[in-house]
């Protein structure tokens, strides 16, 4: 069974990362979009603004410099291969 993408009681989505309520985008009273943003690449689903911000952006911008160093040839280090390296200093 699939987990479920709609809070029962307040029948908004609910955020595929955070799991609270993804907040209605409202104009002049009305509710001009309710569906959140894209989770990709962090997951399928949908997340709220504040997930969009913290979570999604950053893992779109790592895998957008993953990619150009894929393409130069530049092996991608992790914090601990660097902190190795550096004998624990950064
Ligand atoms: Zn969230």
């Avoid at 309710?34 to 779109?60: K, L, S, Y």
């Amino acid at each position: 069974m699939t987990e479920d993408i709609i809070n029962k009681d307040t029948g908004k989505l609910i955020c595929s990362i955070c799991k609270f309520d993804v907040e209605p985008l409202v104009k002049e009273g009305r509710v001009i979009w309710d569906q959140g943003n894209n989770a990709w690449p962090v997951n399928d689903g949908r997340c709220c603004d504040e997930c969009n911000t913290q979570v999604v952006t950053p893992a779109r911008i790592t895998n957008m410099i993953r990619e150009r160093q894929k393409e130069k040839g530049i092996k991608y280090k992790s914090y601990d291969d660097i902190m190795e390296e550096n004998n624990g200093k950064f």
